[in-house]
């Protein structure tokens, strides 16, 4: 059974920095998408981040843009998101999710932030991140 475990989340001051990890186990799958969704008290599940496997190329919000950045090892079946310039409305629990590509192709990533929940193959538990001086 494929799961994905999202870590790394803690408590920073504004301005921090934090890395979390997306790890997937039992997981063989060769074409495919991590996506990092964050959702925060009282608001609407946002997409902030989305990256290819193989490939790399990756989108980002315009939330996020400039202070995130994700990348992957694929040895390790682990997606990172490198998060700098920490800001109180970034506080929220980040979840992870994976959309496979089994018929092939290289679909256009910035919609993937925009899929309904159901439409992704895996999600992880979710990590709290809480930025407050």
């Known amino acids: 059974q494929v799961q994905l475990v999202e870590s790394g989340g803690a408590s920073v001051q504004p301005g921090g920095a934090l890395e979390l990890s997306c790890a997937a186990s039992n997981f063989h799958f060769d074409n495919y998408a991590i996506a990092w969704f964050r959702q925060a008290p009282g608001k609407e599940r946002e997409g902030i981040s989305v990256?290819?496997?193989?490939?790399?190329?990756?989108v980002h919000a315009n939330s996020v843009k400039g202070r995130f950045a994700i990348s992957s090892d694929r040895a390790k079946n682990t997606v990172f998101l490198q998060m700098n310039g920490l800001k109180p409305e970034d506080t929220a629990i980040y979840y992870c999710?994976?959309?496979?590509?089994?018929?092939?192709?290289?679909?256009?990533?910035?919609?993937?932030?925009?899929?309904?929940?159901?439409?992704?193959?895996?999600w992880g538990q979710g990590t709290q991140v809480t930025v407050s001086s």
């Open positions: 999710a994976c959309l496979l590509f089994l018929g092939g192709g290289r679909p256009n990533l910035q919609p993937i932030l925009s899929r309904h929940r159901a439409e992704f193959d895996f």
């Open positions: 990256i290819r496997v193989p490939g790399g190329d990756s």
